[in-house]
């Protein structure tokens, strides 16, 4: 059984940085796609940084939306099964709840990030306030 749990929400001020933390279990997580989505109260989800499977090698292809591009990062460590969401920068209309997802077929970072109703697996998600 595929899980995945988010970590790492809080309160924190403009300007400001979270890294956000997703953990796997049921699923080695190189070899999946992962995004990382946001929804907020009376808006569509949206991925925001999402990373394609390895191609066997340790290049991975990411792909950021223009409103986050440049202040957030997702990354993959391999030995803890963990991906992570660094965001920097942030802003009050980053405010929302952030999941992360799991497709097994291979499919660009762009696409992952794109087409939300594509993924397979979904965490519970983890909520990001930003204010002053």
């Known amino acids: 059984q595929v899980q995945l749990v988010e970590s790492g929400g809080g309160l924190v001020q403009p300007g400001g940085s979270l890294r956000l933390s997703c953990a796997a279990s049921?699923?080695?997580?190189?070899?999946?796609?992962i995004g990382w989505f946001r929804q907020a109260p009376g808006k569509e989800r949206e991925g925001v940084s999402c990373?394609?499977?390895?191609?066997?090698?340790?290049?991975?292809?990411?792909y950021y939306p223009d409103s986050v591009k440049g202040r957030f990062t997702i990354s993959r460590d391999n030995a803890k099964n963990t991906v992570y969401l660094q965001m920097n920068g942030l802003k009050p209309e980053d405010t929302a709840v952030y999941y992360c997802?799991?497709?097994?077929?291979?499919?660009?970072?762009?696409?992952?990030?794109?087409?939300?109703?594509?993924?397979?697996?979904w965490g519970k998600g983890t909520l990001v306030t930003v204010s002053s």
């Open positions: 997802a799991a497709v097994t077929f291979k499919v660009s970072a762009q696409a992952i990030c794109v087409t939300p109703r594509g993924m397979e697996y």
């Open positions: 049921g699923v080695t997580l190189n070899d999946v796609g």
């Open positions: 990373i394609s499977s390895s191609d066997g090698s340790t290049y991975y292809a990411t």
